[in-house]
Antibody, heavy 120, light 110 residues
């Protein structure tokens, strides 16, 4: 069965960086794009960006552009999302979610989420 | 990167129908048939309910339906049930290979 398993919760200080992982299983890793979506406490969903595991091409949202880097390791079917220069507003649950073969396709499976807390 | 516009809250009684709107622009909702809807219960992971404006994934009850007119997409839930109480988010492909979400709508079943 399809599974997206994310890394554990993180606590970081302002200005630091965090690197989250999302390990995929149960499907052909390179056939599905992977999105990253975050949700601040009590707030809505915010799209952060997307990576095509087949080639590693990325596209990022404006609010995190310049601070975010998404990468993948096809040998372990894992995608990574690194966010730098953390500030308190980056405190959120971060989700990875897959979408079949295209930028507009729906996010049909989601990881369990990773809570990132940014606090001094 | 402005979000799509959704009402903050809607409510309905069991058995009734409700509709949640999602308004964007010609660069997203109006320009592409890549509108999806997600249901999120408190503390849970979002779940895909509708894709490509009006298609239901396997396992989603046919009480859930979607449509679009111009720059506004809509999610309708008929025969409202208690377990439908949740937050609902629309999303749309936006030009330049990006995705945008709506602000979310809290559905209360009275």
């Amino acid at each position: 069965q399809v599974q997206l398993v994310q890394s554990g919760a993180e606590v970081k200080k302002p200005g630091a960086s965090v690197k989250l992982s999302c390990k995929a299983s149960g499907y052909t890793f390179t056939s599905y794009y992977m999105h990253w979506v975050r949700q601040a406490p009590g707030q809505g969903l915010e799209w952060m960006g997307i990576i095509n595991p087949n080639g590693g091409i990325t596209n990022y949202g404006q609010t995190v552009q310049g601070r975010v880097t998404m990468t993948r390791d096809t040998s372990t079917s894992t995608v990574y999302m690194e966010l730098s220069s953390l500030r308190s507003e980056d405190t959120a649950v971060y989700y990875c979610a897959r979408a079949y073969g295209g930028y507009g396709n729906p996010l049909d499976y989601w990881g369990q989420g990773t809570l990132v807390t940014v606090s001094s | 990167q402005s979000a799509l516009t959704q009402p903050a809250s809607v409510s309905g009684s069991p058995g009734q129908s409700i509709t949640i709107s999602c308004t964007g622009t010609s660069s997203d909702v109006g320009g592409y048939n890549y509108v999806s809807w997600y249901q999120q219960h408190p503390g849970k992971v979002p779940k895909l309910m509708i894709f490509e404006v009006s298609n239901r994934p396997s396992g989603v009850p046919d009480r859930f339906s979607g449509s679009k007119s111009g720059n506004t997409a809509s999610l309708t839930i008929s025969g409202l049930q208690a377990e439908d109480e949740a937050d609902y988010y629309c999303s749309s492909y936006r030009s330049s290979n990006t995705l945008v979400f709506g602000g979310g709508t809290k559905l209360t079943v009275l």
